[in-house]
């Protein structure tokens, strides 16, 4: 093979690597081209409450258990709740009479708000019974219990001592009981106090037969109880995908307080005895 021949294959090899590596530069400095978003079309058309999870029968309605979800007909049915007719929070509070799934639209003669006829019979639990009690603004609280409020019964009375005198006695007979009602109200929107004369609560029928006694025996007075495991239990419930409210059910007290425990004077420990004796006769008197 002649020089010449060398020397141009050589220089045809040079000048492919060169324009490689020159090619290969001006690529990689090219800035570097982004992709705009492509804006999603949102649907139209009317919007309809549904659930956001499943909601079982009975329980109380909350905001976060709804969603506002686009219906695909024109036509929407009169049964459902449009976004101009309701908002989330005006169906708080309300009662579910038959549950939803996920997804589900929410219609009207499935829930049943407060005031409306038959509310407090759907706001009762399956096996509970609703009973009045006789409350005044002492025992009631001075009007601060209210309806969703728990509260404890304690019933005041007099019983016989060992001695065979009468001595005073309260007694919690149940505790963490719901109040549904005061008076004739179901809900307390307002959140103002109202001296009431009756609270009706939720019991066990065995319960209420107990409560029908304890009115006759004495005066029933209610303490009210904190919200803060109530509060707690819902935070929990609220993680659950799909959260299903439970109430406490109420159950029988087992403390008590004797007189003698608040009132030195009523300690039997306290009492004196003399012996008074005129002649033969000689009496025991007690101070």
């Known amino acids: 093979m002649s020089a010449r021949r060398i020397i141009l294959i050589v220089a045809a090899l040079i000048i492919t690597v060169g324009t490689a590596a020159v090619a290969r530069n001006w690529v990689n400095s090219r800035p570097a081209v982004v992709q705009a978003p492509v804006a999603v079309k949102q649907s139209e058309g009317p919007m309809v409450l549904v659930a956001q999870h499943a909601i079982p029968t009975g329980v109380f309605v909350q905001p976060t258990q709804l969603r506002w979800t686009t219906w695909p007909d024109a036509v929407i049915p009169p049964t459902y709740f449009t976004k101009d007719e309701v908002t989330l929070e005006d169906l708080a509070g309300a009662v579910v009479r038959r549950g939803f799934t996920a997804g589900e639209p929410i219609t009207k003669g499935r829930i049943i708000r407060p005031g409306d006829r038959g509310f407090l019979a759907a706001v009762l639990r399956p096996g509970f019974r609703a009973v009045a009690i006789r409350v005044n603004a002492t025992s009631g609280i001075s009007g601060l219990v209210f309806p969703g409020d728990r509260v404890d019964l304690i019933l005041t009375h007099g019983v016989s001592g060992g001695d065979g005198d009468s001595r005073m006695v309260s007694e919690t007979f149940l505790e963490n009981v719901r109040v549904l009602a ?106």
Do not use: C, H, W
């Open 182 to 287: 005061i008076d004739q109200y179901v809900d307390e929107a307002d959140g103002k106090p109202r001296i009431a004369k009756n609270a009706t609560i939720e019991i066990t029928p065995k319960q209420a037969e107990m409560v029908s006694v304890v009115q006759e025996i004495g005066p029933i007075s209610m303490a009210l109880r904190s919200l803060a495991k109530d509060e707690q239990e819902l935070e929990d419930l609220a993680n659950l995908e799909e959260p299903v409210l439970t109430e406490p059910d109420p159950e029988r007290g087992a403390t008590y307080t004797f007189d003698s425990e608040v009132s030195i004077l009523a300690n039997p420990s306290f009492r004196k005895t003399v012996d008074v004796s005129r002649g033969n006769d000689v009496q025991q008197q007690r101070f």
